[in-house]
């Protein structure tokens, strides 16, 4: 995406950008994006596992909805256990709308029909997902009417 691209400018040459994803396809698509920059790398993988390295950051973009409970929990665990000390976990995904949002009957629709897993992530706090939450703090926000959050979780040095 454009974004993969802004990253991989703003990491600059001295930096590294890594993309995981469990769909071979966007592997596909991330790489070659990538191709001027050395800095970028994707790869394949399932982040239900734990991952190999630390980073100054990770990003998990819309996928916990996706997912069971089960395997949400190990995603969050697993992406929080990756962050050094004074790096951060940034979550963006959907959160419960507020009460008269124009589009709430519209998403409830669509999660009933495509989306079986995201009503339980509405009703949990992604920041409660994990035992080792407690060694970061968390920033929240809602927008677009509380319809989708963007949660950023440092780790305490």
Known sequence: TREHILLARQVGVEGQLEVVDVAPIQVANVRRKFAEFPQGSAHVADLVK??????????CFFLLHEVPDAERRQIV??????VRPGGRAVFVDYHRPQRLHPLAPVMKLVFRWLEPYAPSLLDTPISTLAEEASAFEWRKETRFGGLYQLLVATRRP
């Open 50 to 59: 734990p991952l190999d390295s630390q980073y100054d950051g990770v990003c």
């Open 77 to 82: 665990a697993n992406l929080l256990a990756a």
